[in-house]
């Protein structure tokens, strides 16, 4: 590669040396701070031969070059007068991510854990609702009575639970956000409503509300306690800070939530599900349609997760249209799975087809179905979105509604009302997804070649295949000989279409997998040589035994805490085993410096492997396997 054409191109296309305030680089990228962001012709800068994609992030222009990016900006500061600026050393203005991103990033982050409980009690709501209906169990027994206890308890209870998650996620302590929510529930407080509508605090009317099943409240409460909990720790001596911190956030953030957020919050809530209520009177065709259509895409992008409040502001208030369509989206999606189940002949996609279509129907998961099949066969996205539209459509034509909140799957069905209409509607997105991939496939013509295994048997004679070479044949069929890396952390697993940058999302720096660390220490997932080690020491290069390129990158424009709380155990060139500690890293100031800490996992030259495949694992330790690589 010619750098120093490549280091001009960049340039001349960024809108030249006077559009730039600043250049620094990390593990991949040009990061170029500009005076006017406007002025770069992204078409042309991708186009560029070694240049995998431009993303604008943080405040930055980035160029994205992959293992690369050295020699192009050391060519860059040779031919231009940019200065010295360097990937460890340069100021650079800490990133800041929009204010819609964070709302969904703090939903997400808050929500998250409460589903499986959320998904449980929603079930066995659903189940307690048909025992009812066909008299199997009174509505006034114990029985009944204990187990509608189980399933409650979670929803009434969601201010208590959102005060916990939502403070870990903010950085604030969590069990004090945890009183917080349960504050709202506290007899003594739930009491004054019994006396009207309204009350004092030292004076100061105070609204009253019932805030049981309630979201947006306390968000907005923990949201100012995160805030108020950091400056008391400013002000207030180490020695004291134990109980007096505590006791002044709760002080003061309980009034406030009386008075202000609480009222505040439920008025946002009411007002969004006043809205979607008032389109489904206009038009549930239309808004069924739209719905079941396109949450497909808020999926994708992670966008889904602020529905989810909506649709619990929608049931405090009695019921919710929203789930009873969003499930039409879901049933095509298992339709699809299904018709690709049925379809094809490798073995591996049959497998990741079938466990997906399952996730679905037993469970209402469709992640695995997005991102195992819909993403990696974008001929496929069409059949969901005309399946989810028209099943969509459907429930919002005949106003089905859930009464429980649940994840959309066979076992939910009692949940939704009439549940006549609501069957139909996702039995025609389903059979219609079906139906659309068993006639017109999930292929394009180029992907056949190299995505289905050929029926006729292999030429043996072939000179080039040895017994020891990386392929050999056993009755007709291919056996390929695999590499497997173990997680050089220990977390949560994400899709690195969770990860939020594009250069990373949309795979244009490799083919791998995301991990969430829950531990400050990265560790090599191979034996092999260490290649690059970032003078900030947020990303590390190996070079495994096997030739695998892999790419550990701690964090999201980690890269601008010029070293800080990142110290590297190892250099260019040293040797290491499976194993072996690669980096400590400060996990909770990395966070509380406002750092996104999950770590892609990149196998940079993936071209040369037949597949990159991901653990199934939500949750790995470290040494657990984590990608396998088919060459």
């Not at 990133?95 to 990033?105: D, M, N, V």
């Not at 009411?270 to 065709?285: P, Q, T």
Request: hydrophobic content about 50%; charged content about 15%.
């Amino acid at each position: 590669m010619k750098y120093e054409r490549l280091a001009k191109d960049i340039v001349q296309n960024i809108g030249g040396e006077e559009n730039v305030t600043n250049l620094v680089h990390c593990a991949t990228r040009l990061r170029f701070n500009l005076k006017d962001n406007h002025l770069p012709d992204k078409e042309k800068l991708t186009s560029l031969e070694g240049v995998l994609t431009v993303v604008e992030s943080g405040g930055q222009f980035q160029v994205v070059i992959g293992n690369d990016v050295a020699h192009v900006y050391q060519e860059i500061m040779k031919t231009s007068k940019l200065g010295t600026g360097n990937s460890a050393s340069e100021d650079a203005d800490k990133p800041k991510e929009k204010i819609l991103s964070t709302i969904f990033a703090v939903i997400s982050g808050s929500l998250s854990p409460l589903l499986p409980a959320m998904a449980g009690a929603g079930i066995l709501k659903a189940f307690l609702t048909l025992f009812t209906t066909f008299g199997w169990v009174s509505a006034e027994s114990g029985t009944y009575l204990i187990l509608a206890a189980a399933a409650n308890a979670v929803f009434y209870f969601l201010p208590i639970f959102l005060g916990v998650s939502a403070s870990i996620k903010f950085g604030a302590n969590p069990y004090v956000g945890g009183v917080i929510g349960a504050a709202l529930m506290e007899p003594n407080f739930t009491g004054l409503l019994a006396n009207g509508d309204t009350s004092s605090f030292l004076g100061i009317p105070v609204v009253l509300m019932d805030y049981s099943s309630t979201v947006f409240p306390v968000f907005v409460a923990i949201w100012i306690f995160s805030y108020v909990e950091k400056y008391l720790k400013k002000v207030i001596h180490k020695e004291l800070q134990t109980f007096l911190v505590p006791l002044l956030s709760l002080a003061i953030i309980v009034p406030l939530t009386a008075m202000i957020f609480g009222p505040f919050g439920v008025y946002i809530g009411n007002a969004i599900a006043d809205a979607i209520n008032y389109l489904m009177g206009v038009s549930g065709l239309l808004t069924g349609a739209v719905i079941g259509g396109l949450i497909f895409f808020l999926v994708v992008f992670g966008l889904h997760w602020g529905i989810i409040p909506i649709v619990l502001a929608n049931l405090t208030n009695g019921t919710d249209p929203i789930l009873a369509m969003w499930a039409a989206s879901n049933f095509a999606m298992a339709g699809v799975a299904l018709g690709v189940f049925l379809k094809s002949k490798e073995k591996s996609l049959k497998s990741i087809a079938g466990s997906s279509t399952l996730s679905l129907l037993l469970a209402g998961v469709s992640e695995p179905t997005v991102y195992g099949i819909l993403l990696r066969y974008k001929r496929t996205i069409p059949f969901v979105i005309i399946a989810g539209a028209i099943g969509g459509a459907i429930n919002g034509g005949f106003h089905t509604y859930a009464t429980a909140f649940v994840f959309q799957n066979i076992f939910s069905i009692g949940a939704f009302e009439p549940v006549g209409y609501y069957l139909i509607g996702i039995a025609v997105a389903m059979g219609i997804g079906l139906i659309l991939t068993i006639l017109f496939g999930y292929l394009n013509k180029k992907d056949v070649a190299v995505t289905e295994p050929s029926e006729v048997t292999p030429n043996v004679e072939n000179k080039a295949v040895q017994p020891e070479a990386s392929v050999r044949f056993t009755d007709g069929l291919p056996i390929l000989k695999k590499e497997v890396l173990v997680s050089p952390l220990i977390g949560e697993v994400k899709s690195l279409t969770e990860v939020p940058d594009p250069a990373f999302a949309e795979g244009a720096m490799g083919k791998g997998i995301a991990v969430i660390p829950s531990v400050g220490q990265a560790f090599s997932p191979v034996n092999g040589t260490i290649g690059t080690v970032l003078k900030s020491g947020h990303a590390v290069i190996i070079m495994s035994e096997n030739g695998a390129e892999i790419l550990i990158h701690i964090g999201i424009n980690t890269v601008q805490l010029k070293g800080q709380y990142f110290t590297p155990r190892v250099k260019a060139g040293d040797q290491v085993n499976k194993g072996d500690l690669l980096i400590d890293f400060d996990l909770r100031k990395i966070k509380e410096a406002g750092y996104n800490p999950i770590t892609p996992i990149i196998i940079s030259n993936a071209s040369k492997y037949l597949d990159v495949i991901e653990t199934t694992k939500s949750s790995v330790l470290a040494q657990d396997n984590l990608l396998t690589l088919v060459v």
